[in-house]
C-alpha cells in the first residue's frame, strides 16, 4: 500500500508527468517537490477544510483511473521547470498577467485558468517592474 501511494504522490508532480529529468545529484532538482516538502501534517491540516465544506471523496472504478486522472490534472495545469511554455505541450496556457505579493515584494505571474474558469499563477514571470 505503501508503494501505491508514493506512485501516486509521484503522479502529482509536474516533473513526472511532462517527462522533465529532476535529479539531485545534477541541480536539477524539483522545484515543486522541493516547496511540497514543507507541506506535512503537523503544520498543515487539509481534513478540517474537507469537512466543513461538506467534499466528498474522488471514487473511480480501478486503480488505474486514479493515476490517470492525477497525472492528467498534474500535466494540464502545472509546469515543470523546464517545460514552461515548451511547444511538446499544449497546457497549460499563459492567459495574462498578475502582480502578486510574494513575502512583500512584487511580482509578475503568468496566470491560467482551470476547468472551473477559476485563475490561478502559471509561473513566476519575475519582479514587477516601476
Known amino acids: 500500500m505503501g508503494h501505491i501511494m508514493h506512485l501516486l504522490e ?17 541541480s536539477t532538482e524539483s522545484p515543486y517537490e ?3 516538502a514543507k507541506w506535512n501534517p503537523t503544520i498543515f491540516s487539509i481534513s478540517d477544510k ?4 461538506g ?11 486514479y493515476f490517470e486522472k492525477i497525472a492528467k490534472y498534474s500535466n494540464n495545469y502545472f509546469f515543470s521547470e523546464d ?7 499544449f497546457r497549460p496556457k499563459e492567459l495574462f498577467e498578475k502582480v502578486i505579493n510574494d513575502r512583500g515584494i512584487e511580482y509578475l505571474f503568468a496566470m491560467g485558468r482551470d476547468k472551473n474558469g477559476d485563475s490561478f499563477p ?3 514571470k519575475g519582479k514587477k517592474s516601476s
Open 50 to 53: 474537507i469537512f466543513a465544506e
Open 10 to 26: 509521484d503522479a502529482n508532480v509536474p516533473d513526472h508527468t511532462r517527462n522533465d529529468t529532476h535529479l539531485p545529484l545534477l
Open 34 to 36: 522541493g516547496e511540497m
Open 83 to 89: 517545460t514552461i511554455l515548451s511547444e511538446k505541450y
Open 122 to 124: 502559471l509561473y513566476k
Open 55 to 65: 467534499l466528498k471523496p474522488i471514487l473511480l472504478n480501478e486503480l488505474g483511473d
